[in-house]
């Protein structure tokens, strides 16, 4: 009975529950949350009446009275779900970045993965950076590691399947109706497989069509006699292509074009069709288009820029490799040598080297004391410089290692009794171009710079740039003096900012006049160093008349040039005088290591002319002060820039820049870099760059080789006779580490015409080779190594051995004489003598002519009666008359039309009767009339100038002027 009570009560209380409940929700329920709005029926907002006249005083909660709206106004419920947007955090494609760290060498392409099994069948995964382990290996069961290869691939292929179904649409319709225009998949109507593989063809065409047509009508209301219409019609038609097509015909055939109407060359446009076949097929590729042929050969190179067919194929050990095409270049070779060397020179007196400095201007009183006496005086040697502790900085950047700060000056003391500069010497705010400067600097090695210590001037080694600046600092011996900031003094740090002594200044000019002084002008560079004294040659010449001789064209002075400019004082070493001779004195006049001529006077084309040389002085016209004053750009374009040359031979190293120059157009892929017969490797031993046709000798012992050759290709700008190239390559597998090839080509090359001169003759040039090649292990090499002291190794030592022979059967001109007695012999000439005369007009516009000077004639009187001269002018006139005389009176046999047979002839009169322009002889008119036949020293002349930039007679080598003249002459009783 308790128990169904208590039953009772709960259920009652769960009843009650259940209803409180349902009408909390329909009290929610019936209660609007939206923004704006509220229930009217429990609200305390005042509603205005509709009607402003009524005179209903209370307010109303009637919902159908209206509200002012521009009171309350609806909002609507979804305004807020522009800030609940979702934006996730990486859009599609994004790529979170890995974390790395210089220490863990993640994708390091030197950390290699190695997969092996051990003697259980377990996979043993190691990973080794420079056969070094740098983790413990990994050892899993054989049947895991396959499951979690096969779990790894699903996921791979599972993503790139979900990335390209959700890719972005980034592209827009008239892209893809483009694309599915020129991107063309056709399956061929085969059941089976074609002989291209998968029956389908697949065509991707991308590229640009301008095509530009327009038409033009012109109508002229000019009133004109003639049988041309007043209307005229025209049509421009023009086209550019811009092509790629990629093409496929099964798995097989491949094609792949590129083709551009405005590229400048035809060898540009490449076209390639090739067909590849399966592993065991016979036919392994064939390719038409723009091909190439490697032969593999040391004597018969391989053949790039080739435009034809060819084919590899495979006969189970022999391999087959041929050719047909057109040849669309040609080879050249470049020996280089850094050996010992034999050259002919010639220097400009204003080509002086730039690499000499003067430490101070008081060093050069020393230099001519030092260069001129064998003992030097006490002056210079207490000015000498301790070699020791000298240092040179030169300007520098922030990357290069141990780079100090510099403040430089160039007029700069010793350093003061303080011990230390001034630290204003150190900032330099306001740098002065030429005076001082501040920056970073780097202390040269003693191999980059060679000092003269008594002398007092440095010689860089290294080249340069112009607007670099460098420093020095030193001390001098005796006297124990110090200029500049030593680096390795006990009381510098480090960090210490230097002060230098500038030598060279940033973009050096003459008004820089303390630096301009500090810069040698007397010293010459040869094309050689380390030179050879046997045979060596040195001359100084002066051009006269056109002819380059070794003394002045002045009366009683035979001295020769050399001779005056201090260059030759000895016979023989120090003794003896004059001999017209280069003095070969090593650390006086030559710098034999550095290949540089010194001169022993500071000017030598100024100061050694003024002197009195045998009581006769030089006149200044024989000077050449513009090359002290002025720069090499402005001395070199002077009237006297070539009065002067250094002219010789010598024998010495040529040395090779490590960059080396192949012009334009070399052809991709056919540079050949090799010492002797040893063939170099590319991007090891050197690098090539054939958009510039430069190549960057990284080998040391190439550059100092005697025997270094760069073979290559260049494509020919213009093919106007056709080039067939010919050529197979066959290898016959022996064994494995032997193999037995051969190599035949042929090339041929045409001609436009039967004519043909020396050096463009039509060639037909065969080559056959055979080369062998072979490898074997040698225990016994082994065994001979560690019977060295220290060697112990069971390594296997490896001989290999190659062979080769080839043959050259050449016709170096397959233009035979067709005339038996020439016995079939070859024909070409030496000129066609076409385009041989060359003819500069003089012009006969007579507002280009004027009076001419006064001649140099005797027949008119002495060569020095100017005076005279002038008062024999006759009058003169000289006029055109336009189209007055016909070209057939001129070259009888010469057929023009007839409305060409006009000229305009230049009309000269002189009449010696009358008295010329420029002629103030009052007596003119009375010579001939006591004495006859004078008037026949009367004259007159015209002149025109020359411009030499335009017309320079003497480089194009005329030889005579000629003149078409008709002369109407008046004879006179006294003439």
């Known amino acids: ?52 006249t009524d005179t209903s005083g209370t307010a109303l909660a009637d919902s159908l009275l209206g509200r002012d709206s521009t009171i309350i106004l609806p909002v609507d419920s979804t305004a807020r779900i522009k800030y609940f947007k979702y934006v996730p955090e990486y859009a599609f494609g994004t790529t979170i970045p890995r974390k790395t760290s210089p220490i863990i060498l993640d994708n390091s392409s030197n950390i290699k993965k190695e997969i092996s099994f051990d003697s259980s069948g377990n996979v043993v995964i190691t990973e080794k950076f420079d056969d070094y382990d740098i983790r413990a290996p990994l050892i899993i069961p054989l049947d895991q590691y396959l499951a979690q290869r096969s779990a790894i691939n699903t996921n791979n292929i599972f993503g790139e399947i979900v990335g390209e179904k959700f890719q972005g649409n980034t592209k827009d319709d008239i892209t893809k109706l483009f694309e599915k225009i020129t991107d063309i998949t056709i399956p061929l109507p085969f059941k089976s497989e074609s002989i291209f593989g998968p029956p389908s063809l697949s065509l991707k065409i991308n590229g640009a069509v301008d095509i530009t047509a327009s038409y033009q009508n012109s109508t002229s209301d000019q009133t004109i006699i003639s049988g041309l219409s007043n209307s005229n019609n025209s049509i421009n038609f023009k086209q550019e292509v811009q092509l790629t097509a990629k093409g496929t015909v099964g798995d097989k055939l491949f094609i792949d074009a590129d083709y551009n109407t405005q590229r400048l060359f035809d060898f540009e446009n490449q076209l390639k069709i090739k067909y590849e076949g399966y592993a065991d097929e016979v036919i392994k590729r064939i390719e038409g288009g723009n091909v190439s042929l490697q032969t593999n050969s040391g004597l018969i190179g391989s053949s790039q820029a080739l435009f034809g067919v060819i084919g590899d194929f495979q006969l189970g050990a022999l391999s087959l490799s041929a050719v047909v095409s057109q040849k669309k270049s040609k080879t050249e070779t470049k020996d280089y040598s850094g050996g010992a060397v034999e050259q002919e020179y010639i220097l400009k007196a204003w080509d002086y080297s730039d690499n000499h400095y003067f430490l101070d201007t008081i060093y050069k009183t020393s230099f001519l004391d030092f ?27 922030n990357t290069t290692v141990g780079y100090r700060r510099a403040g430089l000056h160039v007029d700069l003391g010793a350093i003061p009794t303080s011990g230390s500069y001034n630290d204003s010497l150190k900032t330099v705010p306001n740098p002065q171009q030429g005076t001082s400067a501040f920056g970073l600097v780097r202390k040269l090695q003693t191999s980059e710079y060679s000092l003269n210590k008594y002398a007092g001037f440095i010689t860089l080694k290294i080249s340069l740039p112009d607007n670099y600046f460098a420093g020095v600092a030193y001390k001098r011996t005796q006297t124990g003096e110090q200029f500049g900031t030593i680096s390795t003094d006990t009381n510098v740090k480090s960090t210490d900012t230097l002060v230098l002594k500038m030598v060279k200044v940033q973009t050096l000019i003459p008004a820089n006049t303390l630096a301009w002084e500090l810069k040698m002008k007397n010293i010459y560079r040869l094309p050689v160093s380390r030179i050879v004294r046997e045979g060596f040659e040195f001359k100084v010449n002066f051009l006269s008349d056109g002819i380059y001789n070794p003394t002045f064209p002045i009366p009683n002075l035979n001295t020769y040039i050399i001779t005056i400019l201090g260059l030759d004082k000895y016979t023989n070493g120090r003794s003896g005088g004059p001999d017209t001779q280069f003095d070969f004195l090593p650390g006086t006049t030559i710098d034999q290591e550095n290949g540089y001529i010194i001169f022993p006077t500071l000017k030598p084309f100024l100061t050694s002319l003024r002197d009195t040389i045998n009581g006769i002085t030089i006149d200044s016209s024989y000077w050449y002060p513009q090359i002290y004053s002025e720069l090499k750009s402005s001395s070199k374009l002077l009237p ?33 870099v090799r010492i002797g017969e040893q063939t170099l490797n590319p991007n090891v031993d050197y690098s090539v760059d054939y958009s510039t046709g430069t190549v960057v000798i990284r080998n040391a012992a190439a ?30 597998k022996i064994s494995e580490k032997s193999k037995l090839g051969f190599t035949v080509v042929n090339l041929k090359q045409e001609t436009l015409n039967d004519k043909v001169r020396i050096g463009e003759e039509p060639t037909n040039n065969t080559m056959i080779g055979v080369d062998f090649q072979t490898e074997f292990n040698s225990k016994l090499l082994t065994n001979l190594v560690n019977l060295l002291p220290g060697y112990n190794t069971k390594a296997l030592s490896t001989v290999t051995l190659r062979g080769e022979i080839a043959s050259i059967n050449p016709d170096p001109n397959t233009n035979k004489s067709v005339i038996p007695i020439d016995n079939n012999e070859a024909v070409a000439y030496i000129d066609d003598m076409e385009g041989v005369k060359k003819i500069i007009s003089l012009g006969g516009t007579y507002n280009t002519w004027t009076f001419s000077s006064v001649p140099l004639s005797d027949f ?26 016909l070209l057939t009176d001129i070259y009888p046999n010469k057929d023009v039309q007839t409305s060409q047979n006009t000229v305009t002839p230049f009309y000269m009169v002189y009449n010696p009767t009358k008295r010329g322009t420029y002629n103030y002889n009052g007596k003119f008119d009375t010579i001939g009339t006591t004495t006859p036949g004078n008037k026949a020293t009367t004259w007159n002349g015209v002149m025109k100038y020359l411009n030499t930039t335009s017309n320079d007679l003497v480089n194009e080598n005329i030889n005579f002027i000629e003149f078409s003249m008709k002369i109407e002459r008046e004879i006179m009783p006294e003439i």
């Open 860 to 885: 008119i009187g002495p060569q020095d009666s100017l005076k005279l001269k002038q008062s024999k002018r006759g009058k003169m006139s000289w006029f055109n008359i336009a189209n007055s005389a």
């Open 640 to 672: 006297n820039a070539n009065n002067f040359e250094m002219r010789g031979k010598a024998r010495g190293e040529a040395g090779i820049s490590n960059t080396l120059s192949l012009g334009f157009n070399v052809v991709q892929g056919s540079v050949v």
């Open 371 to 397: 260069f001129n006496n064998t003992n030097i005086t006490q002056q210079t040697s207490q000015l000498s410089v301790d070699d020791q502790s000298f240092e040179v900085w030169v300007q520098t950047d």
């Open 703 to 732: 550059l100092l080789s005697k025997d270094l050759r760069v073979s290559y290709e260049t494509n020919d700008l213009f093919t106007l006779a056709s080039k067939t190239f010919l050529g197979i390559k066959g290898d016959y």
């Open 1 to 52: 009975m308790g128990s169904t009570s208590v039953t009772n009560n709960l259920y009652k209380l769960w009843s009650a529950k259940f209803l409180l409940i349902i009408i909390i929700l329909f009290v929610i329920s019936n209660v609007s949350f939206s923004q704006g709005r509220r229930d009217r029926a429990n609200s305390n907002f005042n509603y205005k009446k509709t009607t402003p």
